[in-house]
């Protein structure tokens, strides 16, 4: 198992209608290039599935809503709609203070089923002595009795800076969820809610600055920065178990 290196950088939030979302990725496309991974589809985007581990205090859920600036959670991450399909990633996404991080592992089929049947996720730590990522994640696995919650999907349409500095812009729609409620088996079995219908997540990623171009765009539209989680809203709209689309 290969661990990989933290990715920390700066990120900006914002709730687009879908007519602005689609002037801003015209625009974006005489400065940026898509992503490779999005150049292999019909429609420029690539399907994006996590699951959400959270403790029964849901912790991680009130440390957002409550914009403490150091926090962290765990999830599988994956781009399709079968765990035993392709990779699967677990990932470590966190703030600390102005920057967030992420950090990500690949996982084998058989680490999945270790962490699918959660009695025995200790063995990990002997397969992967040395690797940082397991065992925080292993730590707090048992600390906090983290339990998968939240299942959420969408598509996303990715563009990278061409050339300079990093800065990357992601175009995220068709917002759904599942409710869990603490078993993979659940991914199956509960309906699948609508979150945000007729809105897109644009998210502004970026190392050091925001390029002289982009800012003129946030001039334009009048874009306000907002404090968006899609495990929260996830959370949120998976308990109402209806589609909505306010």
Request: net charge positive; glycine share 2%; proline share 2%.
């Amino acid at each position: 198992m290969k661990e990989n290196k933290t990715l920390q950088r700066y990120e900006f939030k914002y709730f687009l209608r879908k007519r602005i979302a689609e002037e801003i990725q015209e625009h974006a496309s005489k400065f940026m290039l898509l992503d490779s991974h999005a150049h292999s589809t019909s429609n420029n985007q690539y399907f994006v599935r996590s699951i959400y581990f959270e403790d029964d205090f849901n912790s991680n859920f009130d440390e957002k809503v409550d914009g403490h600036r150091v926090r962290k959670k765990f999830r599988l991450r994956y781009y399709s709609r079968n765990l035993n399909s392709g990779p699967v990633f677990l990932e470590t996404k966190g703030r600390n203070l102005e920057r967030t991080y992420k950090r990500r592992i690949t996982l084998s089929h058989s680490d999945m089923k270790i962490i699918k049947d959660k009695k025995f996720i200790y063995s990990l730590l002997s397969k992967y002595p040395e690797n940082s990522s397991i065992q925080e994640f292993v730590f707090e696995f048992y600390k906090k009795k983290l339990k998968p919650k939240v299942l959420v999907d969408y598509n996303r349409q990715p563009y990278v800076n061409k050339h300079g500095l990093y800065f990357r812009l992601t175009f995220d729609q068709d917002l759904s969820c599942i409710n869990l409620n603490n078993d993979f088996e659940n991914i199956l079995k509960n309906q699948s809610v609508l979150c945000k219908a007729g809105y897109t997540i644009l998210e502004v990623k970026f190392d050091r600055s925001i390029p002289l171009w982009f800012h003129r765009i946030i001039q334009t539209y009048n874009l306000r920065r907002q404090s968006i989680s899609k495990f929260v809203l996830g959370m949120c709209y998976s308990k109402l178990g209806k589609e909505t689309s306010d």
